[in-house]
């Protein structure tokens, strides 16, 4: 069946997407939330890997941006559960460490994007308008 694609055209001609935010740092979790939802989508929290995973498994989530260096669960935890339940939805890793071997970790684990923090406004923007493929 895929991703749901009931999207609604926001004001600036923008697909308006459902995502999931999970990111234990509440200066960027808030920060991310305030970007998106201004951007006209729809947003959820979490607040550690396990609130994370459970968000997943139970919503409709078109995106998760996900932190890697979550407390209770990892981020890589978390993106290979959702790929072992088959669960169709975008999966972006977020982090502050950007060696090779983090990304490789990160495309291993499940999933679809790799992105280091501080992520730009208008970066953050294009990828959750055209959003990658997934790959997993």
């Given at each position: ?40 989508h729809e947003i959820d929290l979490a607040v550690d890997g396990k609130a994370g995973l459970d ?38 890793a977020l982090t502050g460490h950007g060696l090779y071997r983090d990304e490789e970790a990160a ?30």
């Amino acid at each position: 069946m895929g991703i749901a694609r009931e999207q609604q055209e926001t004001a600036g001609g923008v697909k308006k997407r459902r995502l999931l935010i999970v990111e234990d740092e509440a200066d960027t979790r808030w920060a991310l939330a305030a970007l998106l939802e201004f951007d006209g989508h729809e947003i959820d929290l979490a607040v550690d890997g396990k609130a994370g995973l459970d968000a997943v498994l139970n919503g409709r989530y078109e995106i998760a941006l996900v932190d890697l260096a979550l407390p209770r669960l990892s981020g890589y935890e978390l993106a290979r559960r959702v790929r072992d339940t088959g669960k169709p939805i975008i999966l972006i890793a977020l982090t502050g460490h950007g060696l090779y071997r983090d990304e490789e970790a990160a495309m291993e684990a499940g999933f679809d994007a790799f992105v280091l923090k501080p992520v730009s406004p208008q970066a953050l923007m294009a990828l959750v308008s055209d959003p990658p493929s997934r790959t997993h």
